[in-house]
């Protein structure tokens, strides 16, 4: 059984940083593609960053020069670093494990999800 557990979320001040990370189980993780996504309030749920199993990462313009994903298959964890972040950054962020097809990152499994607050 797949089990994606994402943690590190929390309140923040514009201009600071945040770091979360996503624990996987139940997958081969070193063979997976990994995505972070988030709802933010209003809008539909979107696609801020993947990372393949190779390491290769690409982003959301959004979040260019702002956030890095990394990941660490020995602890079968991606990591979304976030920093300069905006109260517009607010959501609720999610992980889950993929595949590239057609160049497009299509999810698998989802996370529960770790809230993101930037607010003075």
């Known amino acids: 059984q797949v089990q994606l557990v994402e943690s590190g979320g929390g ?7 945040l770091r979360l990370s996503c624990a996987a189980s139940g997958i081969i993780f070193s063979t997976y593609a990994m ?3 988030r709802q933010v309030p209003g809008k539909q749920r979107e696609l801020v960053g993947t990372i393949a199993s190779g390491g290769s990462t690409n982003y959301a313009e959004f979040v260019k020069g ?7 298959n020995a602890k079968n964890t991606v990591y979304l670093q976030m920093n300069s972040l905006k109260p517009e950054d607010t959501g609720v962020y999610y992980c889950n494990n993929g595949f590239y097809y057609s160049g497009n990152y299509i999810p698998v499994s989802w996370g529960q999800g770790t809230q993101v607050t930037v607010s003075s």
């Open 11 to 17: 309140l923040v001040q514009p201009g600071g940083s």
């Open 35 to 37: 995505g972070w996504y």
């Open 66 to 72: 702002r956030f890095t994903i990394s990941r660490d």
